[in-house]
């Protein structure tokens, strides 16, 4: 793949392309942004580029692709021909290490394979990052290390990791890739360079969607490019968790919610919550039942949080647009905040009960 084939994210682009121009790349980046916005592809083609021996100069077009249309200095790109191109897209190449959560299941230790692999611990960051690092690259260019979810680092696997980040071997370069700066510690993000990530616009990934999944309606198109806030990742989720055709069921009884009706409600989202968490689940083995059940009603919770917004936007410039508009911000606060509760681990069920009894309150109001 080509670098430009990462589309909307300007300042990453701008970023590489001045580091590369001035030859100092420095060896330790974060990658911050949402999810499903591109962060890896990025690191992926940034990681080709790097390994390639026969870099070239970017085409015009593909500059006002990737929006470096006004860039002034020299654009690069990796040649895409060469064995070394070959092998990072087919994510074979011995020089690119990716590391995740799961690689714990081939550690040489017993106790670190029989592990849950809930977070990046020590002994995985140990073995397959800080003791490969000293290693000279097979193919003798560079090293490239991605490491996923590196928010999930634990903090003693970051206190670890913070020599090799600061004095890596000349020829090594390590990218961490985060949803959130806050999960890291300063100690950790303060040695790397930092590449900011934005969300990507909604009709850009409506676009994707109709290439990647064209047995989608229009309807349902449109409504999981808004539902996913500019994450192509996470559309593509929903789609693939068949949101479109479980929506009508989460949001219609929210038209006529009262108290007498909340409990069938809650039932019907608690299922619904198990039948999404089986497909985390099925993404993320690791996950306990109660976990991938959060998640599942997280999604239940930003649909709800959507059909209020889409309420709140139809009832502009009418003439009940402040009830309504107050109903409806009251709702969305209600809907965060349990969202909130939940990812503090409060108890799913009483939780749910007691946001819906309030969303059939505050219309009773």
Not at 111 to 129: E, I, M, Q, S, T
Not at 230 to 252: E, K
């Amino acid at each position: 793949m080509s670098i430009f084939d990462v589309r909307h994210q300007p300042r990453a682009h701008r970023m590489i392309q001045r580091a590369l121009s001035g030859n100092r790349v420095p060896h330790a980046y974060v990658f911050h942004g949402p999810d499903g916005v591109g962060k890896e592809a990025f690191a992926t083609a940034f990681a080709q580029l790097l390994l390639c021996p026969n870099p070239r100069s970017a085409e015009t077009d593909l500059r006002k692709r990737s929006e470096l249309a006004d860039w002034t200095g020299p654009a690069m790109d990796a040649c895409g021909e060469c064995d070394d191109c070959r092998a990072v897209r087919a994510d074979t190449h011995p020089d690119m290490h990716r590391i995740y959560r799961q690689l714990n299941a081939f550690h040489p230790d017993t106790a670190v394979r029989n592990r849950k692999a809930l977070d990046l611990g020590v002994d995985v960051v140990r073995h397959f990052v800080i003791d490969a690092v000293g290693a000279k690259p097979a193919r003798g260019r560079a090293k490239v290390f991605i490491i996923r979810e590196a928010d999930r680092i634990t903090t003693a696997a970051q206190n670890a990791l913070l020599k090799t980040l600061e004095e890596p071997p000349a020829t090594t370069f390590l990218i961490l890739l985060v949803s959130s700066l806050e999960r890291l510690l300063p100690t950790t993000f303060s040695r790397c360079q930092l590449v900011s990530f934005s969300p990507l616009p909604q009709d850009f990934v409506a676009l994707q969607l109709r290439e990647l999944r064209p047995e989608l309606e229009d309807n349902a198109i449109t409504y999981v490019a808004q539902l996913a806030e500019g994450s192509l990742g996470l559309a593509l989720q929903y789609v693939d968790d068949g949101i479109p055709a479980i929506r009508d069921r989460i949001v219609t009884p929210l038209e006529r919610l009262d108290a007498a009706g909340g409990s069938t409600v809650v039932k019907d989202w608690m299922e619904s919550a198990k039948s999404l968490g089986a497909a985390c689940r099925r993404r993320d083995p690791e996950i306990s039942d109660t976990e991938s059940q959060r998640q599942g009603l997280n999604v239940l919770l930003a649909l709800a949080s959507a059909w209020y917004r889409d309420r709140l936007r139809s009832a502009a410039g009418k003439a009940e647009t402040g009830p309504r508009a107050t109903l409806c911000a009251d709702a969305i606060s209600a809907i965060n905040t349990a969202a909130q509760q939940i990812e503090l681990n409060a108890n799913v069920q009483l939780c749910l009960e007691a946001l819906v009894f309030r969303l059939a309150w505050q219309r009773a109001s």
